[in-house]
């Protein structure tokens, strides 16, 4: 049992990896990065003008502002030359496996500090919690600024744990907090500027606390961590986008001095209190129960204020951007987590000499058993299924394959598709005759000639059979006289149903994530077993994932000619 911790930490590395599996496919915020990145394995580094640009995604979709390339130029670095042989999502998975596995090793790096600083049975409780927290396990291997940013903000944070600040004294305990402000730094200058407020408190903090000196601590840390980044995304970035360009600060200018982040939807004030952070840590009894126990301890309170007060004054501060989104605080999590293990582990070694301790850390466990139960069994299988642009683009692929096609097609991706999965790694290679396209002028797509180039058109679908999105309904109107079949059409989740006793249960979704983990046979077995815990356990009763059509494929019909 001594080593515990160890396994628990693989756990969480396997549990990143098994949801990456289950969920291999990205959505429209994560769509710079991966793209990027498929270009770079790709087609190279784009080092000068004269690369053909027709050949990248950001040059033809450059978005509001420039986003930094760092990330993807190191995933698609650390992918080894065997990726070349794969196609399709297989090398996405990869990339998207290296970004997770780092995150993994953040996370055990921060474990292993809680060790040594608070012993074996917190860095144990830390990880139990961690591992039941399904957004960050989920989104730990996704290519979003904010995750790449994560490793870094986590390691920075186990520099400020008492084993490497000396338990609030001495010049020894200056080293780790010039290290977190220089990684802190970093993070924010190269993958996302707001980290700037969690840097200046922490600072603030450190030197409150005289741990820290403000010209041979402070101001060398971060003038360190300034030039490095910026030395690192300036270079990298300007010959990314062929231009001269920091794309932190462009970010910044455009979203909180500009505003125009406010464009994408405002929260009111209070919106990461009261929704993000307790979706993100999970259980209740996290911030119910494990957090107020080391906050009215003082003991267990002044240790880990190092970490707690810059965070917790970080997400405050924040709070006051309109737009809010609880990506933009994940960093806070492993604070809160640990912060919330210090409780565990105090009511549990106390377990046999206070009944509220015994009571309280068995409600801890079950709370935790069934926290990890609803991230793997219900919120996994939720988030696997909606992903339908991905979904049919491969049924897309699957029939042309059917058909005894010798050569490719072109194909038409709708706006929806693009949102939800559909990413260069799923495309098929123009040398084997296929085309993409991604048109979102209205004007280009309301004429004829534009539509008669297509052999497959990507549309949103519905329930409604007589449903028609835009892009359909322009399709029909500029070639009114054209044929069109529907060849596939693909389910994504909506929400979730109750069914009552004697309503059949149908769970496909739950099906197909068990027969692409394990096989037809397991599916069947999880078939018996779900009847027989219904019918005597659950009396009938049942939840199941709630599907509805969200994208089909149209086939131009063999022989078709419109123009």
Known sequence: MRQAWVGLVFLLAGLILLHLFVAPYTKVEESFHVQATHDILAHGFPFNATANRSKYDHFEFPGAVPRTAVGATILSGLSPQLTAAWTGVNRQIWARAVLGLYNAVALGVFAHGLRKSFGQTVAVWYLLFQS???????????????????????????CLLPDSISQWGGRAGARGGRLSLCLLTMAGVIFRAELAILVAFTALFLLATHRARLFSDVAVAGLAGLT????????????????????????????????????????????????????????????????????????????????????????????????????????????????????????????????????ASHLLVLSTVAAFLLSNLALLPASAANYPGAHALNALHRYHEQQSLSSGASVYLGNLACQTGVTRFLQRS?????????TEDENTKSTGKFWDQFDYVLVEASADPEFRDADETRLHSALPSSQWETAEVVDGFVGISILRPGAPAAR????????????????????????????????????????????????????????
């Open 132 to 158: 039941s927290q399904f957004h960050l396990i989920y989104y730990a291997s996704r290519p979003l600024s904010n995750i790449f940013a994560f490793g870094l903000t986590t390691v920075a944070m186990r």
């Open 508 to 563: 496909v979704a739950e099906q197909r994530i068990l027969a692409k983990l394990t096989g037809e046979s397991l599916v069947r077995v999880y078939e018996k077993v779900r009847d027989f815990v219904r019918k005597l356990v659950l009396r009938g009763w049942w939840v199941e994932l709630k599907m509805r059509p969200r994208v089909k494929v149209l086939k131009r019909v063999q022989g078709d000619s419109s123009i």
């Open 228 to 359: 490095s980044g910026l030395i690192l995304t300036v270079c990298i970035d300007s010959m990314f986008w062929n231009q001269l360009v920091w794309p932190e600060l462009n970010a910044f200018l455009f979203n909180v001095v500009e505003g125009q982040s406010s464009a994408w939807g405002t929260e009111p004030f209070y919106f990461y209190f009261v929704n993000a952070l307790p979706r993100l840590l999970l259980n209740p009894l996290i911030y119910l129960l494990a957090i107020p126990i080391t906050l009215r301890n003082p003991a267990l309170r002044r240790p880990i204020l190092p970490l707690l007060a810059p965070c917790m004054a970080f997400v405050t501060l924040y709070s006051a951007q309109p737009h809010k989104e609880w990506r933009f605080i994940i960093y806070v999590v492993p604070v809160l987590t640990a912060t919330a293990a210090l409780g565990a582990g105090y009511l549990w070694t106390r377990r046999s000499r206070s009944a509220f301790a015994y009571i």
């Open 430 to 438: 123009p040398e084997q005759g296929w085309s993409y396209d991604k």
